[in-house]
T-cell receptor
Framework: SQQGEEDPQALSIQEGENATMNCSYK?????LQWYRQNSGRGLVHLIL?????REKHSGRLRVTLDTSKKSSSLLITASRAADTASYFC????????????FGKGTKLSVKP | NAGVTQTPKFQVLKTGQSMTLQCAQD?????MSWYRQDPGMGLRLIHY???????DQGEVPNGYNVSRSTTEDFPLRLLSAAPSQTSVYFC?????????????FGEGSWLTVV
């Protein structure tokens, strides 16, 4: 069973608009990560947020974490066509900090 | 910067054949893992290793075997391929950390079992 579930499954926006993706998870965590996957490629790490953090920024990315609701959101501001990709949230697998369990992803399409 | 290298990139197998997907990392990472990705299913953890000589099962280990004789290499063996193992396989590695590790992924191996 998968820990995280992203919402929506697919999102289509125009260039310049903001894109928001949500992730819900089931059990307590000490960190949550977001990854990006371009079509036909491996996943690339975007950002990690720890359980004692509520918000984190990296360039045009803003991630929030609400541990009481077991949810996180990823906001991409001023989106570009190059942001077209699938985005996954991930949480630690079992007791191992070296492995992650992934959600099914949000497929983002940014139209020029 | 090699990072995580997987071979082969593409492979077609017949049902019942065996094969090994190779994975190597040059970052001296302790953790290595194998995931499979199927349409609409996200990534699922097959096996992982926390160091040389140590392996453990993930979410979907059946039909796969792994070993970790060196820090750098973590091959995944399909013992008797089945059509249900048609998937994209990703090898990944990360460094032991206190709380949360960035995982580095290979570019994937596309496997078709006919």
């Amino acid at each position: 069973s998968q820990q995280g579930e992203e919402d929506p499954q697919a999102l289509s926006i125009q260039e310049g608009e903001n894109a928001t993706m949500n992730c819900s998870y089931k059990t307590s965590i000490n960190n949550l990560q977001w990854y990006r996957q371009n079509s036909g490629r491996g996943l690339v790490h975007l950002i990690l947020i720890r359980s004692n953090e509520r918000e984190k920024h990296s360039g045009r990315l803003r991630v929030t974490l609400d541990t009481s609701k077991k949810s996180s959101s990823l906001l991409i501001t001023a989106s570009r066509a190059a942001d077209t990709a699938s985005y996954f949230c991930a949480t630690p697998y079992g007791g191992s900090q070296g492995n992650l369990i992934f959600g099914k992803g949000t497929k983002l399409s940014v139209k020029p | 910067n090699a990072g995580v290298t997987q071979t082969p990139k593409f492979q077609v197998l017949k049902t019942g054949q065996s094969m090994t997907l190779q994975c190597a990392q040059d970052m001296n990472h302790e953790y290595m893992s194998w995931y499979r990705q199927d349409p609409g299913m996200g990534l699922r953890l097959i096996h992982y290793s926390v160091g040389a000589g140590i392996t453990d099962q993930g979410e979907v280990p059946n039909g796969y075997n792994v070993s970790r004789s060196t820090t750098e290499d973590f091959p995944l063996r399909l013992l008797s391929a089945a059509p249900s193992q048609t998937s994209v396989y990703f090898c990944a590695s990360s460094q032991q950390g206190v709380s949360g590790n960035t995982i580095y992924f290979g570019e994937g191996s596309w496997l078709t079992v006919v």
